[in-house]
């Protein structure tokens, strides 16, 4: 994250993404059980705030 | 004995599609895209339904079960006022708040110099166009979220969290509306799924129509790829809204991408091509894009012509639908051309001769779907609705 809390500038985020999964795990020093699944929910999620942002422009 | 509402909902949808697909079903479906006329009819005010969907779910299934229609949007005062609150949006004027009680909503567009995005941000519009929304666009549409860099406010944070929870819980409440259309009158949801063109949403909700129109030519290369940056995004969003079994259209609402807005040169250069692979792209995955084409498209229909067989449905706004009918009617169904004007200002006789006028010319062997040409707002005469209704019902037969 940059220091003023955004998100960095990096490769454009793709379509039904905020944060990459790929970002994400890096947060994690390792995982004891299933990693799928921890990244499937967090990917989940994470859609759900790009539909948010989305609707607002379009919907609202 | 109360009528089989399922049985009577399987013929309203397959009366439906089989129209949207151009083919010719037992009748014609009557789908009018009402909004505020529903509190009308069921006795709201246009506060009511914007401010409580509860109320405009209401109404909108009180129309569909008394006129007896094939079709209808859960809920055409589409914009619920409850979530743009939570938000902070500064730009619509609310019934009950800035309008009165009996006015629609309305959207505010800012003067050019207040844009929500300004000329040379398309840069950052362009690299990174969901990060923009967030940390640029976010924060000067809404009154409470804090601008990049500033610290947050308990309202900022309040912003995300109802905001969230409004939208969570008015787009939940559409799979409710739907499932009580169908068992209380055999009424099938009209639409699926959200889309603008590029060039449009650019004008509406960041550059402005005006500011657009001078990027036009100051910077047309940035005003392209910034389309360009948009078009994924919006093919997926109207994606992820898409009915799954593939019988209702996703809805596009366009506006000020054709002549005279935008020059037919300008409508080539950057409208068309930025919305054609989004419509090829949703036919490809299925789904039917409905043209919800405001005002008058007349200038663009060869262009429009352009597409695949039944990928789209053409509404006929401002135009000429006997013109459209010839340009179109061999590849897709059309749907509207009964004039709002008419709905409010003439008699039942004047709407019935004109249902027959246009049912006779561009009916006859399927492929339209009655409705009036615009969204029906509280002006237009219950009689009039009723007129169009029964007399389609009546001449519509095949």
Same mark, same amino acid.
């Given at each position: 994250?940059?220091?003023?809390?955004?998100?960095?500038?990096?490769?454009?985020?793709?379509?039904? +993404?905020?944060?990459? !999964? /790929? =970002?994400?795990?890096?947060?994690?020093?390792?995982?004891?059980?299933?990693?799928?699944? +921890?990244?499937?929910? !967090? /990917? =989940?999620?994470?859609?759900?705030?790009?539909?948010?942002?989305?609707?607002?422009?379009?919907?609202? | 004995?109360?009528?089989?509402?399922?049985?009577?909902?399987?013929?309203?949808?397959?009366?439906?599609?089989?129209?949207?697909?151009?083919?010719?079903?037992?009748?014609?479906?009557?789908?009018?895209?009402?909004?505020?006329?529903?509190?009308?009819?069921?006795?709201?005010?246009?506060?009511?339904?914007?401010?409580?969907?509860?109320?405009?779910?209401?109404?909108?299934?009180?129309?569909?079960?008394?006129?007896?229609?094939?079709?209808?949007?859960?809920?055409?005062?589409?914009?619920?006022?409850?979530?743009?609150?939570?938000?902070?949006?500064?730009?619509?004027?609310?019934?009950?708040?800035?309008?009165?009680?009996?006015?629609?909503?309305?959207?505010?567009?800012?003067?050019?110099?207040?844009?929500?995005?300004?000329?040379?941000?398309?840069?950052?519009?362009?690299?990174?166009?969901?990060?923009?929304?967030?940390?640029?666009?976010?924060?000067?549409?809404?009154?409470?979220?804090?601008?990049?860099?500033?610290?947050?406010?308990?309202?900022?944070?309040?912003?995300?969290?109802?905001?969230?929870?409004?939208?969570?819980?008015?787009?939940?409440?559409?799979?409710?509306?739907?499932?009580?259309?169908?068992?209380?009158?055999?009424?099938?949801?009209?639409?699926?799924?959200?889309?603008?063109?590029?060039?449009?949403?650019?004008?509406?909700?960041?550059?402005?129509?005006?500011?657009?129109?001078?990027?036009?030519?100051?910077?047309?290369?940035?005003?392209?790829?910034?389309?360009?940056?948009?078009?994924?995004?919006?093919?997926?969003?109207?994606?992820?809204?898409?009915?799954?079994?593939?019988?209702?259209?996703?809805?596009?609402?366009?506006?000020?991408?054709?002549?005279?807005?935008?020059?037919?040169?300008?409508?080539?250069?950057?409208?068309?091509?930025?919305?054609?692979?989004?419509?090829?792209?949703?036919?490809?995955?299925?789904?039917?894009?409905?043209?919800?084409?405001?005002?008058?498209?007349?200038?663009?229909?060869?262009?429009?012509?352009?597409?695949?067989?039944?990928?789209?449905?053409?509404?006929?706004?401002?135009?000429?639908?006997?013109?459209?009918?010839?340009?179109?009617?061999?590849?897709?169904?059309?749907?509207?051309?009964?004039?709002?004007?008419?709905?409010?200002?003439?008699?039942?006789?004047?709407?019935?001769?004109?249902?027959?006028?246009?049912?006779?010319?561009?009916?006859?062997?399927?492929?339209?779907?009655?409705?009036?040409?615009?969204?029906?707002?509280?002006?237009?005469?219950?009689?009039?609705?009723?007129?169009?209704?029964?007399?389609?019902?009546?001449?519509?037969?095949?």
């Amino acid at each position: 994250m940059a220091e003023d809390g955004t998100a960095k500038k990096g490769p454009a985020r793709r379509p039904g +993404v905020c944060i990459p !999964w /790929e =970002e994400k795990r890096k947060e994690f020093p390792s995982f004891t059980g299933d990693e799928e699944i +921890v990244k499937r929910i !967090w /990917e =989940e999620n994470d859609t759900l705030g790009y539909i948010y942002i989305w609707h607002c422009l379009l919907s609202f | 004995m109360a009528p089989d509402m399922e049985k009577l909902y399987a013929e309203r949808l397959k009366r439906y599609v089989t129209a949207m697909r151009n083919g010719k079903p037992d009748r014609i479906p009557i789908r009018p895209f009402v909004a505020e006329f529903t509190a009308k009819y069921a006795g709201y005010t246009a506060q009511e339904v914007t401010q409580d969907y509860r109320k405009a779910f209401a109404a909108a299934r009180k129309c569909a079960a008394d006129f007896d229609w094939d079709a209808v949007v859960g809920n055409m005062v589409y914009v619920w006022t409850g979530v743009t609150q939570a938000i902070g949006t500064k730009y619509y004027a609310t019934p009950g708040i800035e309008l009165s009680p009996n006015t629609g909503f309305q959207f505010i567009e800012p003067p050019e110099e207040k844009a929500f995005m300004r000329p040379d941000e398309y840069d950052e519009l362009i690299e990174d166009p969901t990060g923009f929304l967030f940390n640029v666009w976010l924060p000067r549409i809404s009154a409470d979220v804090c601008p990049k860099g500033e610290p947050v406010s308990f309202r900022n944070n309040l912003s995300f969290l109802k905001g969230g929870m409004a939208m969570l819980s008015y787009f939940s409440a559409f799979g409710t509306q739907a499932a009580l259309l169908r068992k209380e009158s055999g009424t099938v949801s009209a639409i699926a799924g959200i889309l603008k063109a590029p060039l449009d949403i650019l004008a509406d909700k960041l550059r402005g129509y005006i500011g657009l129109t001078m990027d036009l030519f100051e910077r047309p290369e940035k005003v392209l790829a910034a389309c360009e940056a948009l078009m994924p995004h919006l093919t997926y969003v109207a994606l992820s809204g898409a009915d799954p079994e593939k019988n209702l259209p996703v809805s596009i609402w366009m506006h000020r991408g054709g002549v005279p807005f935008v020059t037919r040169e300008q409508f080539e250069r950057f409208y068309w091509p930025t919305l054609k692979p989004i419509i090829q792209e949703i036919w490809a995955k299925g789904h039917q894009v409905l043209f919800y084409a405001e005002g008058n498209w007349s200038a663009h229909l060869e262009s429009f012509a352009e597409l695949p067989e039944a990928s789209i449905i053409y509404h006929v706004d401002r135009d000429d639908i006997f013109r459209v009918h010839q340009v179109l009617g061999e590849k897709f169904c059309l749907s509207g051309g009964i004039p709002n004007t008419l709905l409010a200002f003439g008699t039942p006789d004047d709407v019935r001769a004109h249902c027959k006028r246009v049912i006779h010319g561009v009916a006859r062997d399927g492929g339209y779907i009655l409705d009036a040409c615009a969204i029906v707002q509280n002006e237009a005469k219950v009689e009039n609705m009723r007129a169009m209704t029964e007399f389609t019902r009546e001449y519509g037969v095949y």
